[in-house]
């Protein structure tokens, strides 16, 4: 017998609901067993979403960004299902992966963690970030709630509601962030926090929000993901057998988050500055006006605790990461590309995990609910479809002919393919002929060559010949 709670669920009979798991003012979450899959998966559920435009706009940029992701490491998923009402869209059901915890349980557990697991946690967010960002997406609101974890050390990130696209190439590409407000605007707010009108601060400021983030800055890159993962690694770190339990907790807690409104947003800075000094002034040239400089500037100077003094029994390699992603300028801190290539990953690493996105994702801006509305019916539309991962199996390849066959998860043979010219033609164009005569708009392929291997991540301009030549890595 169900509980009350779920007794509303409308969903179709493939979704056997177990418990809910999770449930908040706009959104619950239930474990259910997927009788078609086999499995056990989450089911979000969203109650009125056009009620509120700004919550409907993040779901849908969460939904937009998910449907185009394709990583171990990010969340899966499967499909989206809208109740008895699709024009109110009062009920909407999203079906995703389901997982044991996230980061923040975690870090409250009363238990230690060994430094090999705890880099295998580091390395693995990491694995999610970098695709992501290879994607032209900025995540924006890191935290340890937002990465969902196995007992496997599998992390899966999650909650993309406030992520932003990258213009341009490089790993500090810039973007013009939709919730950054006028420039003449943001600095009347830091006048305001400096006065001490913490109402003001900015809604999406977290303990793990970058420099950048909370000093408003109108331009930001995807260095703001690293300065939270360094964050979230600092909790780990502290998990460690010899850290006292009573000493664990966040690098930079301010005091905002203790409801203590009055406090000024300078309040984050103090703490920031009371273990990584307060910058030069040479360090502040990248703020994008003279009057944030100063706002900085007037911070009473602080030479910090340091890295090395917070976390004394911390390995040298681990300061040495975090002082990486600790830069207080952006362009200053290591890509999720270099973190990956780190030494402290040298027990864990697997190069073949570290795929990076074939396509970077683009996010319409929505203005009105018309434009929104629409938007949710094109995202949902393409999930009905969004099963097909499948195998391209490479059954025979000669200089002049070679033979392919895609499978279904089952082994199920769902098309074969040959080419007579397989050194002129690209993975690209093989992905393309697929999505047609499967209809789907991608097919999200895995490699299997005659050798046994399995080919993780390899760009669409190979030619079909040069797979057999791509090295094991």
Request: hydrophobic share 40%; glycine share 4%.
């Amino acid at each position: 017998m169900l509980p009350n709670r779920l007794d509303s669920w409308k969903l179709p009979q493939r979704y056997e609901v177990k418990q809910l798991i999770g449930s908040g003012c706009m959104a619950s979450v239930c474990e259910a067993y997927d009788h078609e899959k086999g499995q056990l998966v989450a089911i979000k559920r969203y109650k009125h979403l056009l009620r509120d435009m700004t919550y409907s706009r993040k779901v849908l940029r969460n939904l937009a960004v998910l449907s185009e992701m394709d990583h171990d490491y990010i969340l899966g998923v499967y499909d989206v299902l809208v109740g008895t009402d699709s024009q109110t869209l009062d009920n909407l059901y999203v079906i995703q992966d389901i997982c044991d915890s996230d980061l923040r349980k975690v870090c409250r557990m009363d238990v230690d963690l060994n430094p090999l697991l705890i880099n295998a946690l580091l390395y693995n967010l990491l694995l999610g970030v970098n695709y992501l960002h290879s994607a032209g997406v900025i995540h924006c609101d890191l935290k340890p709630a937002h990465c969902l974890v196995n007992q496997d050390c599998t992390v899966k990130i999650c909650d993309l509601g406030n992520s932003s696209t990258l213009v341009g190439d490089g790993p500090y590409a810039e973007v013009q962030r939709d919730v950054t407000t006028p420039k003449t605007q943001r600095l009347r707010c830091l006048r305001h926090h400096s006065a001490g009108v913490g109402r003001l601060a900015p809604k999406w400021y977290s303990w793990y929000s970058a420099p950048e983030f909370l000093l408003m800055q109108e331009s930001i890159t995807a260095a703001v993901d690293l300065w939270s993962v360094a964050c979230i690694y600092a909790e780990l770190v502290q998990m460690l057998p010899d850290w006292p339990l009573n000493q664990r907790g966040p690098l930079f807690p301010g005091s905002r988050h203790f409801q203590e409104s009055s406090k000024q947003i300078c309040d984050q800075f103090k703490v920031i500055f009371s273990i990584l000094g307060t910058p030069k002034e040479a360090d502040l040239q990248w703020l994008d006006s003279d009057e944030v400089r100063q706002h900085v500037m007037g911070s009473e100077a602080q030479e910090g605790e340091g890295l090395s003094r917070k976390f004394p029994f911390a390995p040298e390699e681990s300061i040495a990461m975090l002082k990486q992603l600790l830069e207080f300028v952006p362009s200053d801190r290591a890509s999720a590309g270099e973190a990956l290539k780190h030494s402290l990953f040298s027990d864990v690493r697997d190069p073949t995990k570290e795929a990076l996105a074939s396509h970077r994702v683009q996010l319409a801006s929505l203005e009105d609910e018309a434009l929104l509305r629409a938007a949710f019916s094109e995202e949902m539309a393409k999930f009905p479809r969004r099963d097909f991962f499948v195998t391209l199996e490479v059954r025979s390849l000669e200089p002049t002919c070679a033979r392919f066959a895609f499978t279904s998860m089952a082994g199920d043979e769902l098309v074969a393919f040959s080419f007579t010219d397989p050194q002129q033609t690209s993975l690209g164009e093989l992905r393309k002929k697929l999505a047609k005569h499967l209809e789907i708009r991608t097919p999200y392929v895995k490699l299997l060559l005659p050798d046994g291997r399995l080919l993780g991540n390899v760009d669409n301009s190979t030619s079909l010949y040069d797979l057999l030549a791509m090295p094991q890595e």
